[in-house]
Nanobody, 114 residues
Framework: QVQLVESGGASVQAGASLRLSCAVS????????LGWYRQAPGNERELVAF???????TYGNSVKGRFTISRDSAKHIVYLQMNNLKPEDTAVYYCYARFGRESWGRGTQVTVAS
């Protein structure tokens, strides 16, 4: 099964930027649909960003215009660039991959102080 390892989470002030990375251990990286989800305490896990194997991307309504998902096919990494962070972005962020079955990373904490 593919392994996903997130990194880049941190504690920042509102308005700051962060870039999350997710290393995807597979030789079939280009066949995977990839995404980022997040879960705040007491809330359900929600979609942040998703991209398929082509050019399709979609974002959660609360992050549109601020977050960008991208992939580096040579390095087998999926990124989440997060700009203008807000306190409500505070959550554990999970990397997601799907090629047939779904796989999840263990998450990385992002904390945004006001």
């Amino acid at each position: 099964q593919v392994q996903l390892v997130e990194s880049g989470g941190a504690s920042v002030q509102a308005g700051a930027s962060l870039r999350l990375s997710c290393a995807v251990s597979t030789d079939e990286f280009n066949n995977y649909n990839l995404g980022w989800y997040r879960q705040a305490p007491g809330n359900e896990r929600e979609l942040v960003a998703f991209m398929d194997t082509g050019t399709y991307t979609t974002y959660g309504n609360s992050v549109k215009g601020r977050f960008t998902i991208s992939r580096d096919s040579a390095k087998h990494i999926v990124y989440l660039q997060m700009n203008n962070l807000k306190p409500e972005d505070t959550a554990v962020y999970y990397c997601y991959a799907r090629f047939g079955r779904e796989s999840w990373g263990r998450g990385t904490q992002v904390t945004v102080a006001s």
